[in-house]
C-alpha cells in the first residue's frame, strides 16, 4: 500500500496534481512507514517544516519561529558534539582500542533521542559518555577479548573488585 501511494506522489506531481493532495498523501505515507510514537521528534522536525513550507496557506511567522527553534536546537546539538569530540579525542581510546567502534555522533544521537530540548545539554554529553563506555565493553565481549580474559572481566565487574584489575590485560 505505500508503494501505491509513493507512486501516486511521484505521478500527480510529475503531472502538476494539487499540492494540498500531494501533501496529504506524503503525511500519510511518512505515517504508515513509520508510527508517529516510534520516531525521535527533532530527527523529524526538518522534515515536517519541509512539508509545511508547501502547503499554500501556511502561516509564515509560525514557519520561520519553527525553522529560528530547529536552527537554535541544532546549535546546541553541534557545540555538544564539538565538547565530546575534544573529550574523546582526549582520553586517546580510539588509538588504544583500535577494535571498539569510534562512533561519537552515533552515540550522541541515543542522547538526543531522550532529551533533546538544548537546557539539557549536561544529560545529553554525560549519557552520551555511559553510551561511548558501554559500546566499549560490548566490543570487548563480542570482538576482542578472549573467553579467558572476558571471564576474568565479568567476574572483576561482578564483584567490583578493583584489585582484580592486576589479573586484566591493559586493554581492560
Not at 566499549?136 to 577479548?145: E, M, P, R, S, W
Request: with cysteine.
Amino acid at each position: 500500500m505505500v508503494t501505491h501511494l509513493k507512486n501516486y506522489v511521484d505521478h500527480n506531481q510529475y503531472c502538476g496534481e494539487d499540492e494540498e493532495n500531494i501533501i496529504m498523501v506524503e503525511l500519510v505515507v511518512h505515517a504508515l512507514e513509520l508510527p508517529r510514537h516510534w520516531m525521535m521528534p527533532r530527527l523529524e522536525t526538518e522534515w515536517y517544516i519541509s512539508i509545511y513550507e508547501r502547503i499554500p496557506n501556511a502561516n509564515p511567522l509560525l514557519l520561520e519561529l519553527a525553522k529560528l527553534d530547529f536552527n537554535i536546537v541544532q546549535a546546541a546539538h553541534q557545540q555538544d558534539l564539538r565538547i565530546l569530540s575534544r573529550w574523546w579525542k582526549k582520553t586517546g581510546l580510539a588509538e588504544k582500542l583500535s577494535f571498539s567502534r569510534d562512533r561519537m555522533v552515533e552515540n550522541m544521537f541515543w542522547a538526543v533521542g531522550t532529551l533533546f530540548e538544548p537546557q539539557h545539554s549536561y544529560f545529553r554529553r554525560m549519557i552520551t559518555k555511559v553510551i561511548a563506555f558501554i559500546a566499549i565493553v560490548d566490543d570487548i565481549y563480542d570482538i576482542y577479548g578472549t573467553l579467558d580474559e572476558l571471564e576474568i572481566f565479568t567476574h572483576a565487574i561482578q564483584r567490583w573488585d578493583t584489585k582484580a584489575m592486576e589479573e586484566l590485560p591493559e586493554y581492560m
